[in-house]
């Protein structure tokens, strides 16, 4: 039994996802907060990122339902909106190895 089709709208909302999941930098920020709650210090520090360039990329995470955020004073913490986030990062993970597995194989012999 197939999923029913999506509809125009759904796929809008999809590709403007998966158009924030195609920056490699998002994707280091995404890792920072694989275990928690992060500062945007913290962010930095683990990213290596300009504080501008990682305001950026997290706003466009956060408007993306990607991330969420908290302030506490002057400071701001993001966090994953969900681990389905990672779920997706996996998924494509899982792929590439496959894919590396098969070219392995047909270049070896």
């Known amino acids: 039994m197939s999923a029913k089709p999506l509809t125009p ?7 403007h ?7 490699p930098s998002r994707l280091h920020i995404l890792n920072a907060l694989r275990d928690g709650e992060r500062s945007v210090s913290e962010v930095l ?6 504080q501008a ?10 408007a ?4 969420d955020r908290r302030k506490e004073g002057v400071v701001t913490y993001y966090r994953l909106a969900d681990n389905d986030v990672l779920r997706m990062c996996e998924l494509m993970c899982g792929r590439l190895e496959k894919e590396t ?7 070896s012999g």
């Open 64 to 67: 993306a339902g990607l991330v």
């Open 17 to 23: 996802r998966f158009k924030a999941l195609a920056e």
């Open 101 to 107: 597995a098969v070219r392995r194989r047909v270049f």
């Open 53 to 62: 360039n990682a305001s950026r990329h997290l706003q466009v995470l956060y």
């Open 45 to 50: 520090d683990l990213t290596g990122l300009a």
């Open 9 to 15: 709208a759904q796929l809008r909302l999809i590709a």
